[in-house]
């Protein structure tokens, strides 16, 4: 019969017994299940080790007491012959038997509890897992031991290196300050209390104020509309012109008449002016000023050395270009007919020119176009409507402006002109206003040399796009009270509004008494006596059209654009020839883009307004140039 100490020893044996896996694996062969574990004296219980066992580090007094019964199967390998154990039963568990106490730690490794600690293990085992067992192994009727390893223990953390990221700490939000009343204190209510006085009053004034701004605005608003100035009376058109034939347009009794010049209009245009039909022609309702090289008629060698070239058909005697030409002050001329001397030197600065190379003198390099209506129609007082698209090109210059009839006041520009429109023909990265501005102006002044134009001239962008990729519509707005040009829209003024019947030209020009000519000294006076507040403004005025190229008036400043000459050059026009490469290729091949194109013109002399002009009524939806006049 067994004692109590028996018997509880053997409940403690079966209390230590960790829980059996379902599956082993047996011993590979006779000499694995022969092969007995030596003692190893490197323990740190002082019982019995092994070699395949690896120092024990004790945790707490419970370890190795527990298996844990949710560890998955570890791999098993053959330690002896002994009879078929399971799993969890390693050579450790076999000294529980002897006589050398474990406690409180036990030796007693299972497999699920267990892992290795040590590379010794793992090199020992290393050949189970890199060969596969044969045949025999598995016929072998001896029993191994085996043993469980756990196999799904986290690895060792692995080293920080440059491809892998450091763990942030998480940082803890702030807690901000609650807004929530305190019910320790007295909440305030100053609506309960007693209203002060003054509040009602700072309220009334405080919206007061707030719709006297509203009622002044809309006051300003008011009159400020009515204030407008706007054409009043009634106009007649004066000319229709919807460019139906050549030679209704261009012959005898036509509309448009060609100037043919070689001068360069005071300008120092490199063009000369032709009445060719490659410069200026009429085709599917459109009219077109197309600049062309003078090269493509008389070749290039022609144009720099040995040839004199007399223009065809020169209009000197008609135009007498004494506007440009001239430098008389006060005299009237006019500009359609005059019995005035004949000035042989300018006839053959207009009518011809010689190309010499050691001189530096060459050919007109471009031809182009410069049509008028001197003869046709002219208004005084009215307004001028062009739907027009300019040119694109480095270098080209297209204008819709207005000279007067007669020079009544003298000579250019003491008789005034009228720049409805003026562009440049380089892109929109010129930095002095390419194709994406549009410019108007007045020129006036006492001399011929003493040009106001700074006074009275402005300019308008377009913001997305460029003028010489559709048409636009220029208007000239022109009575005894006021002047206003704009393009599309009166929104779009290029020009500021000049009120014509509050200031003179002379006090708005704020001239001198005395001007100094280098050693001479002049007496100013006003050329406008005689006229109106609106003088010189206050005539006859007709309409021109033209595309020209290059100058030497400061259109094209100097050193803007890789210009390719001086203005002060005496050789400009031969060094602007001389650099054909540069600009050249900027000019379209296609007409259409090189052109200056306007459609319809109409100059009607019939009454189409019988009340207050307070909107433009347009008589025709395709692009067209009319001029009313007031009747």
């Known amino acids: 019969m067994s004692t109590p100490a028996s018997n509880q020893a053997q409940d403690d044996s079966v209390q230590l ?35 395949e066992t690896p120092p024990i580090t004790p945790r707490n007094t419970t370890f190795g007491n527990t298996a844990n019964p949710f560890s998955p199967p570890g791999s098993t390998f053959s330690f002896g012959s002994s009879a078929i154990e399971s799993p969890i039963h390693t050579p450790s568990h076999h000294a529980q038997n002897s006589s050398t106490s474990h406690f409180p730690f036990p030796d007693t490794r299972s497999g699920a509890t267990s892992r290795a600690t040590s590379v010794v293990d793992l090199g020992r085992f ?29 690895p060792p953390p692995r080293p ?31 609506w309960l209390e007693e209203r002060d006085p003054y509040s009602r009053v700072a309220y009334f004034i405080t919206y007061g104020v707030m719709l006297i701004g509203v009622a002044c605005g809309a006051i300003r608003c008011y009159f400020g509309w009515k204030n407008v100035p706007l054409i009043k009376g009634n106009l007649c058109l004066v000319l229709d012109e919807e460019f139906g034939s050549e030679e209704g347009v261009f012959g005898d009794n036509g509309t ?36 062309t090289l003078t090269s493509d008629n008389l070749g290039e060698a022609a144009i720099v050395d040995g040839y004199i070239y007399n223009i065809t058909g020169c209009t000197y005697n008609t135009t007498r270009g004494m506007e440009y030409t001239q430098s008389s002050q006060g005299s009237a001329v006019s500009n359609v007919v005059s019995d005035a001397d004949f000035d042989v030197e300018a006839y053959t600065k207009a009518c011809s020119a010689i190309s010499n190379a050691t001189a530096g003198t060459i050919i007109n390099p471009v031809q182009s176009a410069r049509i008028s209506t001197r003869r046709s129609a002219s208004i005084k007082f009215g307004m001028v409507e062009v739907r027009a698209k300019i040119p694109r090109g480095d270098w080209l210059w297209p204008a819709i402006w207005m000279l007067p009839v007669d020079n009544k006041y003298g000579t250019w520009p003491l008789s005034g002109e009228i720049d409805i429109m003026e562009a440049r023909g380089n892109g929109p990265s010129y930095p002095k206003q390419g194709t994406n501005w549009v410019r108007a102006s007045l020129n006036w002044g006492p001399l011929t040399w003493l040009n106001a134009v700074a006074k009275t001239y402005g300019a308008w962008p377009l913001r997305r796009g ?4 559709d048409f636009h519509t220029y208007v000239l707005e022109w009575t005894e009270e006021f002047m206003r040009i704009y393009v599309d829209t009166r929104l779009h003024h290029m ?28 007496i100013l006076n006003n050329p406008w006596v005689n006229g109106t507040t609106a003088a010189p403004f206050d005539e006859s005025f007709y309409l021109i059209l033209n595309v020209a190229a290059g100058g030497t008036n400061g259109w094209f400043p100097d050193r803007a654009g890789d210009k390719p ?30 052109a200056l194109v306007v459609c319809v013109l109409r100059f009607i002399k019939s009454l189409i307004w019988m009340t207050d002009v307070r909107r433009l009524i347009l008589l025709s939806d395709s692009d067209y140039v009319k001029m009313w006049q007031k009747c």
Do not use: C
């Open 17 to 51: 017994t960790p829980p059996q896996p379902r599956f082993f694996l047996q011993g590979s062969s006779d000499a694995e299940s022969d092969r007995q574990p030596q003692p190893h004296s490197r323990t740190t219980s002082g019982a019995v080790s092994y070699v």
């Open 126 to 154: 290393s050949g189970n897992f890199s060969s596969r067992p044969s045949t025999a192994d598995f016929q072998s009727n001896r029993e191994s031991t085996t043993r469980l390893r756990e196999a799904f223990t986290s």
């Open 160 to 190: 920080l290196t440059m491809m892998s990221t450091a763990p942030t700490a998480k940082v803890k939000p702030t807690r901000h300050k609650s807004t929530m009343l305190s019910s320790k204190g007295t909440l305030q209510k100053p």
């Open 256 to 291: 448009f008449f060609r100037e043919v010049d070689m001068s360069g209009f005071g300008n120092g245009e490199f063009e000369m002016t032709t009445a060719s039909s490659n410069n200026s022609f009429v085709k599917n309702g459109h009219l077109y000023i197309v600049p």
């Open 466 to 469: 460029s003028y010489d990729t």
């Open 495 to 522: 020009m500021p509004v000049l009120k014509l019947n509050k200031q003179s030209f002379w006090e708005r020009g704020d001239f001198p008494p005395v001007v100094q000519n280098g050693s001479e000294a002049i």
């Open 565 to 594: 000459w001086l203005d002060g050059s005496q050789n400009a026009m031969a060094d602007f020839w001389r650099n054909k490469n540069q600009w050249l290729p900027t000019w379209p091949t296609t007409v259409e883009d090189r």
